[in-house]
């Protein structure tokens, strides 16, 4: 199973991402989560990253795709994987084409989570995220999966928000209909409880694949 996860923020990629990945034994790649990951450990690439994210825009797509480019040559995805956060613009879904053409392995499916912009705002304002291993959650003192201590992203302020939709709507919604044509779309409601949400996803990538 090689997937795309696309969806706008607050769309609870994260955690769908967590269970569908266990359910395929593939690897969960998010891009948000190495930018963070680097940040923490104050690598080049978290301080090149750091003020795009602060503000809500996206990383340059030459780092991003680089990024993204070495971590698809690990040995773990030679089973599939799940991207969550990438492709983020057309440019980014087109280099990630290029490069599973490279190694005759397309995608399987793209995964669209969607949900409206009420709900959104609703959930991200109330969202903290583990500073262990990142796995957001809404209304929570420790992380569920790891029982670390969590924190609000900067990113996930109200001020910031805004601007993550704008950019959504603007730069990443254009992939959906990329995907569309290409015929991998698949469209999941994400509203609802998470396990109904897992549920749905499955059964329609159980068509796909
Ligand atoms: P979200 O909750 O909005 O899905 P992520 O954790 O996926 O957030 O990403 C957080 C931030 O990391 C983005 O706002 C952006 O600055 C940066 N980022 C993540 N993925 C990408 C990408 N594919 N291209 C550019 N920037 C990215
Ligand atoms: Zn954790």
Do not use: W
């Not at 991207?83 to 613009?89: A, C, E, M, V, W």
């Not at 599973?100 to 969202?127: F, H, N, Q, W």
């Not at 919604?173 to 015929?183: K, T, V, W």
């Amino acid at each position: 199973m090689r997937l795309v996860l696309v969806g706008p923020p607050g769309a609870g990629k994260g955690t769908q991402a967590q269970f569908l990945a266990a359910h395929y034994s593939i690897p969960h790649i998010s891009t948000g989560d190495i930018f963070r990951a680097n940040l923490k450990a104050g690598t080049p690439l978290g301080v090149q990253a750091q003020s795009f994210m602060d503000r809500g825009e996206l990383v340059a797509d030459s780092v991003t795709n680089e990024m993204v480019k070495d971590r698809l040559t690990h040995d773990d995805v030679a089973n599939g994987f799940l991207l969550d956060g990438f492709p983020r613009n057309v440019a980014q879904a087109e280099v990630l084409r290029a490069i599973l053409a490279e190694k005759a392995t397309p995608l399987t499916a793209v995964l669209e989570l969607s949900i409206d912009d009420a709900e959104i705002i609703g959930r991200l304002s109330s969202r903290r995220t583990c500073k262990d291993c990142f796995q957001p959650s809404v209304g929570v003192d420790k992380c569920p999966l790891c029982g670390g201590d969590v924190y609000q992203r900067e990113d996930d302020k109200a001020e910031v928000i805004a601007r993550r939709l704008e950019v959504y709507a603007e730069q990443t919604a254009p992939i959906i209909s990329f995907y569309r044509n290409e015929g991998l779309l698949i469209t999941v409601s994400a509203t609802g409880k998470v396990e109904e949400i897992t549920e749905h996803a499955i059964s329609a990538l159980s068509r796909v694949s």
